[in-house]
């Protein structure tokens, strides 16, 4: 499967504004008290930084094989996990939209539905989301300054999830299935779209949402833990209650916003929020760098990688073509 033209000029625009709102931050905040910052910070923090964001994706992509299997979806373990970091390349779409990329290929090369591909990419994003904001909640019991505002935005943060929920009710499904097949768009795909349902709503049980949780949570944990690392490694260490709201506060503006990768809006929450924890704004900007590099870029990087590098997996159906079938 080849990246699609379109994707490719807005992957290069989304870079290019990137590395503008980065040069024009350097500017605003300073750029020789943070290229000192940066040099600042020990090697080995760095490392311990971009292993913590490795065990993210790496605990992520054991809930991705959990998906499938709970789906009847069999592929090999290699290509699951190429396809899975492949994804990681689509991270700089809106919203990220572009990972729907990934139940495309499933359909490609081992005949697996977009009924059930699509399921699975859309639990990924509930959960992630799910447990960030489950994150940014612990967190804000240990944030020192006032609370009410932030409140209020983390109460209106749970709609979204409480509304994809809802989705478990088989009453719910069904009058929106129906709504649906009224769309003449949608009519011809009602069979399709009742599939899809059910099959997200398997991934929304009890037991999904228990195992989901705790597995995701730990995953973005690490990546908390890697800002709390950072600021401890530019000389103003913060507690690790503290790292933990500001990164998930961060993250969740970023994927309200529906920018690409959350460009922007992540940034400048944690710059402000770590200006709250009295950081000089130069540090705080730093920091957001440093963190950025390892939890937005990386994946960008290692997506790009492993999508050259296994992208002949993708190219072809392959003899499982009846994988999507209950072992």
């Known amino acids: 499967m080849q990246l699609p033209r379109r994707f490719v000029t807005r992957s290069f625009v989304v870079l290019g504004f990137s590395i503008a709102l980065y040069a024009a931050g350097a500017l605003v905040f300073g750029w020789s008290d943070m290229r000192d910052n940066l040099r600042a910070v020990p090697a080995g923090i760095l490392a311990m930084v971009g292993l913590l964001s490795l065990t993210n994706y790496l605990l992520r992509f054991w809930r991705w094989e959990v ?4 789906l009847g979806v069999r592929i090999p373990l290699a290509t699951s996990l190429g396809l899975y970091f492949s994804a990681y390349v689509m991270v700089i779409t809106p919203g990220k939209i572009g990972e729907v990329f990934k139940a495309g290929i499933l359909g490609e090369t081992h005949g697996v539905s977009l009924a059930k591909g699509i399921p699975v990419v859309l639990a990924e994003r509930l ?85 989901s949780l705790t597995l995701t949570s730990l995953a973005w944990f690490c990546e908390c833990l890697g800002l709390w690392l950072v600021c401890k490694g530019l000389g103003f260490p913060v507690g690790v209650g503290e790292a933990v709201f500001v990164y998930a506060a961060g993250t969740l503006v970023g994927s309200l916003s529906f920018l690409p990768g959350g460009l922007g809006g992540t940034e400048a929450t944690i710059i402000w929020l770590l200006g709250k924890l009295a950081l000089p704004t130069a540090v705080a900007a730093s920091a957001a760098l440093l963190v950025r590099l390892f939890t937005l870029w990386l994946a960008v990087a290692l997506g790009l990688a492993v999508f050259l590098a296994a992208r002949s997996r993708f190219q072809a159906p392959g003899p499982e073509r009846d994988s999507d079938q209950p072992a």
């Open 67 to 70: 998906y499938l299997r709970s």
């Open 127 to 211: 959960y992630d989301f799910l447990a960030v904001l489950l994150l940014a909640i612990v967190g804000i019991v240990f944030w020192p300054g006032p609370v009410s505002g932030l409140g209020t935005g983390l109460a209106a943060a749970t709609c979204l999830p409480a509304v994809m929920l809802l989705f478990r009710h088989p009453g719910i499904r069904r009058r929106l299935v129906e709504k649906a097949a009224g769309s003449a768009l949608l009519k011809k795909h009602r069979l399709g779209l009742d599939e899809s349902l059910e099959s997200l709503a398997s991934l929304l049980t009890v037991r999904q949402l228990a195992f």
